[in-house]
């Protein structure tokens, strides 16, 4: 084989594309893209790149579960690694216009610690007087792995302390620095900006933020992944028994969200799973409207499930006080219909996937339509990536619900629009050159 | 390198992909063994509805000139590696070859109907999924059904076996047609509503709404068909009694099952087929469309039941796949991964037999294609003649870091730790960026290996001889291997290893094998920490106290 035509490579390489979100969608059309010899910005609102998927745990028993976590690992190495992406951290979109091209300018709030500097000591987050001012990243693929908070740091807030940048042994700690504009053109945009997860203060009759032992799924999967084990939060004991509520926030008509969440009984079997693999002793209940399936060959894997886990078709209403720090769920006895109340030391609410909080922005920003629930819309039925604006594509949960493998197929295809739009644009629509 | 392509399967996701791939510049060899592109099935909505679009498509395809369609035409064999396949095909008695540079498998699922499994006999009375789809169809838009023996309808789905939302999808909008029809009732007996696609809930919603009745079901209900007349009883839960129904017509649901050819062309390809028979095994690595073969790839319904629009978003991601592999200005000399020592090789072909990739073939000694080759390095370990040797694993590399490694001073019990480097590697790195505490901190010493599947027995003895006081062999956790066998070949491995110790007297207890993923550096520090516990716990190994005499 023998390279392309000349003039063919240079219109690649002179193409930049914008990519809006760094978790598992966003890392994936930009890793895409540059395999495709497309420069790439990306662009992250938090300090950290990876999104949700990048804090969830390992779900392995003895055998893979196929949650597809450790595959948010491997695409971030992959990305901090590829010199055509560049990495634009605490950054939101501000602007953008279309002249052919899409200029745009991007807030960059100070990222204040110097990633070729830092070496991971860990001493700013030792030393930090202010609660969670310093915070630390999820994977050691996030590049710094501490970031200032700067709503919560004291120097922010009146200069009062400079502890972390004194104390820091590389002097990787500037906290002057000051947030600035950076302003860019590029050919195409991926809007990859996510969802966030259901807050269940906004179901107020389960009470959450009163009983400790009443989380959410994502605690758990942050829990899980940072202690290897299950631990209630009010004495740091191995509860004994633990249920699952599913479709907290998904598939709720009173709230609006008439979608399934398409994530949760998949996450809630295979973490109760992997709980019941490592700890049979402890008793895992999970509370369900219907169950919805999760990966290949779902079958076998739900009847493997039914041997450990108890599945209750019903939806508690009400998480009541019990004794000590126990939850009581109250539900119908499925045969004769009356009512049990049983006691749980954990409770796990399975929130679902909702719009993310920048839907509107961008909606409005880059004039692309939202659906009906408030996620970004696509175009076209047999192509979920086109929106209605030539040259500006989705990817990721920012469309609807999404696990880990269909954000990454989505990804890959809007990648593949991506390449095939910036071909049209020159007008010439080449084809890739072989000697065959 | 050939740069054309097979496509097998010339339903949508086929001539999609046909289509594509031409439109970049490849050559594509369309083969179906029906005899009209496109199929006959409508049941899914996404290909009902876009009928259009569809046409357009196919006559696209037709007329490209780069896509050589082959009707009729069966698939016989493949040899080779990717880039440079030779396939063989059969029309009708003739079987003739065709080269190509990497193959896609379209063999779209089928539908079967399931009456049987409910114990139901076909009768004009007791129609399938697809018969009912064609009453609606035929009933056209004023919804006229046939007369007065189409009022109350009855569907079973999702009891015989756990169904998915295509399934669901079907019966939720027939159910919705016929309740729109005048003074026909729709009830749906199910077990889980299956709505994990976008869109579902809104239609489960607004047929509740119109009237459609769904009762939730644990089991099959009892069904006596009796001629014209059909009794269905069972227990209802939230109305907590019996109920009895006596519908006119009873409508079973369809469940998909892989492509009749599918396992065939699973064996032909030296691809993997699921626990349901579906293509490609349900591996994190090779998300979405990739196989454990390098440029095989596996799309739409062929790896699982899905959509038109999920089938097309396989395509595109199999098209990035493909530009990488035969594009241009990619992989033009693939780096090689393995050198074969053509005087060791006695051609007894264990590496042929192992390899997980179908890497290997041979001509008067083994020959590894460096474009197929993922350098796992399980040939080289089963080799008997250590006669295949990984570049920057070879075993005078891994030796000599074992030997190093023992120059370090250690506080502790001296522990080797042989890491894949896609899972127990990374953890363990990530262990120490995160600064948990592990075993004394230069007690143990990881040496990263391209899979667990290269660990040989050879290294572990010799990590003993060296001085270590114990060894583990750390691999990616089952059906999680990139190279599918790795992770077993190191279980097998690390038991022979075992027996072996004990041959010479020591404690078996000193080696260990466990598998763990990239993302658990907690469990990595669980594992060493155990190992340097029980090392304490049995003191000095004999080696070392025999070294220290």
């Known amino acids: ?436 | 390198m050939n740069t054309s392509v097979l496509v097998l399967g010339g339903r949508w996701t086929g001539i999609k992909a046909a289509s594509e791939l031409a439109d970049l510049g490849y050559g594509v060899i369309l083969v179906d063994d029906s005899t009209k592109l496109g199929g006959e099935a409508s049941f899914d909505h996404f290909v009902s509805s876009n009928g259009d679009e569809l046409s357009t498509l196919l006559d696209r395809v037709t007329a490209h000139e780069a896509v050589e369609t082959l009707l009729s035409t069966k698939f016989v064999s493949l040899i080779g590696a990717a880039g440079g396949f030779r396939v063989r095909l059969q029309q009708d008695d003739k079987v003739f070859e065709r080269s190509v540079g990497a193959v896609i498998v379209a063999l779209e699922a089928e539908t079967v109907s399931l009456a049987g499994k409910y114990g139901l006999h076909r009768a004009g009375n007791v129609l399938s999924q697809s018969e009912i789809e064609a009453v609606l169809a035929a009933a056209g838009e004023d919804k006229q059904l046939p007369g007065d023996g189409f009022k109350d309808i009855v569907f079973v789905v999702g009891l015989h076996e756990e169904e998915n939302p295509l399934v669901m999808e079907r019966t939720i909008r027939s159910a919705l047609e016929i309740q729109v029809s005048d003074g026909c009732q729709a009830t749906v007996l199910v077990n889980n509503v299956k709505l994990a696609e976008d869109g579902l809930e809104g239609l489960y919603k607004r047929s509740r709404k119109t009237g459609v009745l769904y009762f939730k079901l644990r089991e099959q209900p009892q069904i006596t068909q009796n001629g014209s007349n059909l009794r269905i009883n069972f227990f209802d839960a939230v109305l907590h009694h019996n109920v009895e129904l006596t519908p006119d017509v009873l409508v079973v649901e369809e469940a998909f099952r892989p492509h009749r050819a599918a396992t065939c062309v699973a064996q032909v390809l030296g691809i993997d087929t699921d626990s349901e028979g579906f293509l490609q095994p349900d591996n994190v690595h090779f998300f979405p469309v990739r196989t454990n073969r390098e440029g095989i790839y596996v799309i739409g319904s062929a790896r699982r039941p899905c959509n038109l629009m999920h089938g097309w978003t396989d395509v595109e991601n199999t098209v990035l796949e493909i530009r990488q592999l035969l594009g241009k200005d990619k992989k033009l000399v693939p780096a090689e991964k393995v050198k074969v020592h053509r005087g060791k090789c006695t051609l007894c072909l264990t590496c042929v037999r192992v390899c997980p990739h179908n890497a290997i073939s041979w001509d008067n000694r083994a020959v590894i294609s460096t474009v197929a080759c993922q350098g796992c390095g399980i040939c080289a370990s089963e080799c008997p003649m250590d006669a295949i040797q990984i570049v920057d694993y070879s075993d005078d590399q891994i030796e000599a870091q074992i030997l190093t490694s023992m120059d370090k001073e250690v506080d502790g019990p001296r522990i080797i730790v042989f890491c894949c480097q896609n899972s127990a590697y990374e953890a363990a790195q990530m262990a120490q960026v995160f600064q948990m505490s592990a075993p004394a901190p230069n007690a143990f010493q990881t040496i990263k290996v391209p899979c667990a599947g290269k660990v040989d027995v050879d290294h572990i003895l010799k990590a003993f001889q060296a001085g270590a006081e114990g060894v583990l062999v750390l691999a990616c956790h089952k059906d999680n291997c990139k190279s599918q066998q790795g992770n077993t070949f190191a279980g097998w491995r690390v038991e022979d290893a075992k027996r072996m110790l004990s041959e010479v007297g020591l404690e078996e207890e000193r080696l260990g094998f466990a598998t763990i993923a990239s993302n658990m550096p907690v469990e990595f520090v669980r594992i060493t920490g155990e190992m340097e516990h029980k090392l304490n716990q049995l003191g000095p190994s004999r080696i070392r106290r025999q070294a220290a005499a």
């Open chain 1, 1 to 436: 084989m023998q390279k392309g035509s000349k003039d063919n490579l240079e219109d690649q390489r002179s193409k930049r594309v914008l990519v809006i979100g760094g978790g598992i969608a966003g890392l994936t059309v930009a890793w895409e893209l540059a395999r495709l010899d497309v420069d790439v910005d990306l662009v992250e609102k938090s300090s950290f790149l990876g999104g949700y998927a990048i804090q969830f745990c390992c779900k392995a028993t003895d055998e893979c579960q196929k949650c597809g976590a450790c595959s948010v690992e491997k695409r971030l190495l992959e990305v901090i690694q590829e010199p055509k992406i560049t990495v634009h951290l605490k950054s939101e979109l501000k602007r953008v216009s279309r002249n052919g091209r899409f200029p745009y300018t991007i807030s960059r709030r100070p990222l204040c610690v110097d990633p070729q500097r830092c070496t991971n000591c860990g001493l700013c987050l030792e030393k930090c007087p202010a609660p969670e001012a310093i915070v630390r990243g999820y994977s050691k693929n996030n590049v710094p792995l501490y970031a200032v908070d700067e709503t919560k740091c004291l120097y922010f807030r009146d200069e009062s302390c400079r502890l972390c940048q004194e104390l820091c042994p590389e002097k990787a700690i500037h906290l002057d620095q000051k947030p600035h504009h950076v302003s860019q053109e590029a050919d195409a945009v991926v809007v990859a900006s996510g969802f966030q997860p259901f807050d269940p203060v906004n179901r107020p009759r389960y009470g959450y933020g009163i009983n400790r032992n009443l989380i959410t799924a994502l605690d758990l999967e942050r829990m899980l992944r940072e202690k290897g084990e299950v631990l209630r939060l009010s004495d740091n004991k191995a509860p004994e028994r633990i249920a699952f509520i599913q479709c907290v926030g998904s598939r709720d008509h009173q709230l609006r969200h008439g979608f399934c969440s398409q994530v949760c009984c998949g996450y809630a079997m295979r973490m109760a799973e992997a709980i019941h693999y490592r700890h049979p002793e402890i008793k895992v209940a999970i509370f369900y409207i219907d169950i919805q399936n999760c990966g290949k060959s779902f079958s076998g894997f739900y009847e493997r499930c039914k041997d450990n886990i108890r599945f209750v078709r019903f939806m508690p209403g009400d998480i009541f006080q019990g004794e000590g720090d126990q939850l009581v769920l109250c539900y119908a006895n499925e045969q004769d219909g009356h009512a049990i109340r049983e006691a749980f030391d954990l409770v796990v609410l399975s929130v679902g996937i909702m719009p993310g909080a920048s839907n509107v922005g961008l909606a409005d920003m880059l004039k692309i339509d939202l659906d009906k629930h408030g996620f970004l819309a696509s175009a076209d039925s047999l192509d979920d990536t086109c929106t209605s604006q030539a040259g500006i594509f989705l990817a990721g949960t920012a469309h609807g619900p999404k696990d880990i493998a269909d954000s990454m197929a989505q990804a890959g295809r809007a990648a593949g629009k991506v390449a095939q739009y910036l071909q049209t644009i020159d007008g010439s629509n080449k084809q890739e050159d072989f000697t065959g």
